[in-house]
């Protein structure tokens, strides 16, 4: 694993110098919103203006003529932006005024060209080395009030994350950002403006007095030496429903185990948190994600992993094994600590679901025994299990660590069955049916419909089976899809209250998978088909956040991203556990939707 120290021009810097030619009266229009359309062959006939605009300046000769101009873009103006990428960094960023399309590029390119040189003529990289990324911008729309944007929830519904870009115009100074360089630089909408407004004005108290407009971008970037070009959608190539195929799953399970064998240390432990907008790993040691990588990385290499994966997964057992340590209160019990004191269940209960993928290794038996024992020490006489093992005080959250307890037990209960263990569970299944009802937490829809999934399919227990029904016919009502979303991209992600669609899609995939499965048990053909769907296109959302070449425009260390899911469209930070349920969700849904898999 590679690491950058930060050089070149900073997107920041770059940014004061692309802003100010922003500056301009607000318009009291209300334009069309969406940016000019503009095809991928178009699109590569542009950047190649761009780059022989840039040669020819770069070799002191005049600015490249062009002498055809293809009918399509004819009759295009707006203002482009030209971003100079070299291994992730920018180098230069420059943008046009309004113009004919053609001109606009050509202008912007030699923005761009001089941003990057204003450190020395020499301080400039070969052009062979630089990738050209771009964006060509829709109509100014401005808020349109009455109150001012600052009044809390005033933007709701007028601001689409990743998909508009936001400038501030106070006193005759306008600033922006386009929503790649948001992407980019891991800023959420909140922080955009914070850093604008600073921008323009140095008193806070005046902020309400800027005036806020929001505009599109057509975005797309060079990928490679040959000129190809992809084009981004919330800075991510669209991925289609027909792309969910046998060899794509395949394909993207095999990228992610290879991902999180990639980010095990010597030690058979895992880097928890990678973020590609800075190239850093954080030094923090997150227990659950450990246990959780170790879950996913066993289940993979008892199906069907390669040599590297076994041998990582049985490196990460030896350490999850070793981390063990006796639980006083409790006669032969054990727990999986943290290393921050903080003692929550979920490590445990993710270490017990890791030694229950490896059933033919006999030496994890007796752990798991211990590992279980403290899970059922948590349980109370009502049903329900504590998040936190002592001394830790403060709860976890109580649903979702309830769901991996039971999920830990389920498994468990499948491999070797043990009375305690089903009756653990049906002891706290009144507890949570009723919670579930009261509440409808959608905290407890992946994990508890995994467990009682499990275990209405080894008891027969109609009425477990009618629970797991229930949270899952909600997670499908919370699916987004062609008729309630206009954005393709976002198509079969799960957006519950309070959850925004990203990588948290995978763990209800996980519940959606077994939900299915057990509806094809019991003959509801009516709910398999629309559970089989929703694990389709969630499967679809998951391949949508896996980082892929083509994506890597702002990316300094492509080995250390490419293959990770995303936490959200907009966040490009790879947390493991995004990939952790990402692989077990993708191994699910396979075999669900193909016949040919086992």
């Not at 005049?62 to 873009?73: I, N």
């Not at 969910?244 to 990639?262: F, G, M, P, W």
């Not at 980082?547 to 702002?554: D, L, N, V």
Request: hydrophobic share 45%; aromatic share 6%.
């Amino acid at each position: 694993m590679t690491k950058h120290k930060t050089r070149g021009l900073m997107l920041a810097g770059a940014a004061t110098l692309l802003l100010s030619t922003f500056a301009g009266a607000q318009s009291s229009a209300a334009p069309a919103v969406n940016p000019p359309r503009i095809d991928r062959v178009d699109q590569r006939f542009l950047t190649s203006i761009a780059r022989r605009t840039i040669a020819a300046r770069l070799a002191g000769e005049a600015t490249h003529d062009v002498s055809y101009v293809p009918p399509a873009l004819s009759g295009i103006e707006c203002q482009v932006v030209v971003t100079l990428r070299e291994a992730g960094y920018a180098r230069g960023v420059g943008t046009s005024l309004e113009r004919p399309i053609v001109d606009a590029v050509q202008e912007a390119a030699i923005v761009a060209l001089s941003s990057a040189r204003s450190g020395g003529s020499d301080d400039f990289p070969s052009l062979d080395d630089i990738r050209i990324e771009m964006a060509a911008l829709g109509p100014i729309v401005p808020f349109p009030g009455p109150d001012k944007w600052t009044v809390p929830g005033a933007l709701a519904g007028f601001l689409e994350p990743g998909i508009d870009g936001v400038r501030l115009f106070l006193d005759g100074e306008g600033r922006w950002f386009t929503p790649g360089e948001m992407i980019s630089r891991g800023l959420s909408l909140d922080d955009a403006l914070r850093l604008l407004g600073k921008e323009i004005s140095l008193d806070s108290r005046v902020l309400h007095e800027s005036k806020l407009s929001k505009f599109r971008t057509l975005h797309w970037w060079e990928v490679d030496e040959a000129g190809h070009v992809a084009t981004l959608h919330r800075g991510m190539s669209l991925v289609s429903s027909e792309a969910v195929t046998s060899a794509r799953l395949k394909a993207a399970i095999d990228e992610l185990a290879a991902y999180i064998a990639y980010r095990q240390r010597p030690d058979g432990a895992f880097t928890c948190v990678y973020d590609p907008t800075i190239d850093l790993y954080a030094t923090e040691d997150d227990a659950a994600m450990q246990a959780g990588a170790s879950w996913a990385l066993t289940a993979r290499a008892a199906s069907d992993g390669d040599r590297a994966t076994v041998e990582a997964a049985e490196k990460a057992l030896a350490a999850l094994a070793a981390r063990a340590v006796k639980l006083p209160p409790a006669e032969n019990a054990a727990i999986v600590p943290a290393p921050d004191g903080n003692q929550r269940a979920a490590i445990t209960a993710q270490a017990c679901l890791a030694l229950c993928a490896a059933p033919g290794q006999a030496s994890a038996g007796p752990v798991l025994e211990r590992l279980l024992h403290g899970l059922l020490w948590l349980q109370q006489p009502d049903g329900r299990f504590l998040s936190v093992f002592p001394p830790t005080v403060t709860p976890d959250v109580p649903d979702r660590a309830a769901g991996q307890i039971l999920l830990a037990l389920a498994r468990a209960y499948e491999r070797r069955p043990q009375a305690r263990l089903i009756e653990a569970i049906d002891q706290a299944f009144a507890h949570y049916r009723k919670r579930f009802a009261e509440t409808g937490s959608p905290a407890m829809a992946p994990w508890h419909t995994q467990a009682y999934a499990i275990a209405a399919r080894l008891s027969k227990r109609r009425d477990y089976a009618e629970f797991v029904f229930q949270m899952s016919d909600q997670v499908c009502a919370h699916q987004l899809t062609p008729d309630n979303s206009p954005w393709p991209e976002l198509h079969g992600a799960i957006s519950a209250p309070g959850l925004e669609p990203g990588a948290s899609t995978a763990a209800f995939v996980e519940g959606l998978a077994e939900a299915a499965t057990l509806a094809k048990q019991l003959g509801d053909e009516d709910r398999y088909q629309r559970y089989r769907a929703a694990c389709r296109a969630g499967a679809r959302f998951i391949l949508q956040l896996q980082f892929k070449p083509e994506e890597c425009y702002y990316v300094r260390s492509p080995k250390d991203t490419v293959g990770g899911i995303r936490s959200t469209p907009l966040i490009p930070r790879v947390p493991l556990d995004n990939c952790q349920h990402a692989l077990l969700a993708l191994m699910k849904v396979r075999p669900l939707l193909f016949d040919d898999q086992p």
